[in-house]
């Protein structure tokens, strides 16, 4: 799978927006871009994903930039709930390959 | 639905010592994964299944490690015999088909004396 940055960590405040960068530079055309969160002592969990064209939900919405080669994941309202480590993963599924590598991803820190 | 079930959560054993996790994924899935956590290493995928039959054993660390799937809804991560190096937690998840989403259970935290 195909490398993805993202900052260490990042803070905001309660009931603001937040904009999770990712940057992915060598994706494929078969490449979709996945988030997943891991809140504290909880296995990861599935929030989004796209290929393209941006998407939503209703945990989040997924900014694709034109070129692909990043995204922002964009928490509309945060919450406290929403203090977690956050993870952008590239998947490819013309590869065949199946389980999801994971990088050190976004620790979001929320303010009250 | 139940999600995905993990048993122990938690397991405390010595050097040595057989440890063997277990794992009852999503009913309907036919994709089941094995992933360790560690500070230094992050997450990372030890195994997964498809349809009970193991398709990619490349993150197995050592032969110490091994995995089974007997059925559908059941799966184990043994290891023997335990060193304390593999002391993480432990996650198994379970996906349906090639649809996107995997779904995690809660862990085992394994801690080997």
């Known amino acids: 799978d195909a490398k993805t940055t993202q900052p260490n960590s990042m803070e905001s405040n309660e009931e603001e927006p937040v904009h999770l960068p990712c940057n992915h530079s060598?994706?494929?055309?078969?490449?979709?871009i996945h988030w997943y969160r891991q809140l504290p002592s909880q296995g990861p969990e599935y929030v989004i994903h796209?290929?393209?064209s941006n998407v939503n939900n209703r945990m989040a919405s997924l900014a694709i930039a034109e070129d692909r080669k990043s995204s922002t994941l964009i928490l509309h309202r945060a919450t406290l709930r929403d203090a977690a480590v956050y993870y952008c993963?590239?998947?490819?599924?013309?590869?065949?390959?199946?389980?999801?590598?994971f990088g050190k991803g976004t620790h979001l820190i929320i303010q009250p | 639905d139940a999600g995905v079930i993990q048993s122990p959560r938690h397991e405390v054993t010595e050097m040595g010592q057989e440890v063997t996790l277990r794992c009852k994924p999503i009913s309907g899935h036919d994709y089941l994964f094995w992933y360790r956590q560690t500070m230094m290493r992050g997450l990372e995928l030890l195994i997964y299944?498809?349809?009970?039959?193991?398709?990619?054993d490349s993150g197995m660390p050592e032969d110490r490690f091994s995995a089974k799937m007997p059925n559908a809804s059941f799966s184990t991560l043994k290891i023997q015999p335990s060193e304390p190096r593999d002391s993480a937690v432990y996650f198994c998840?379970?996906?349906?088909?090639?649809?996107?989403?995997?779904?995690f259970g809660p862990g085992t935290r394994l801690t080997v004396l």
């Open positions: 998840a379970s996906r349906y088909r090639s649809y996107n989403e995997q779904f």
């Open positions: 060598t994706i494929s055309g078969t490449d979709y």
């Open positions: 299944f498809n349809n009970n039959v193991p398709i990619d």
């Open positions: 993963i590239l998947r490819d599924l013309g590869g065949g390959a199946d389980g999801l590598t």
């Open positions: 796209g290929l393209t």
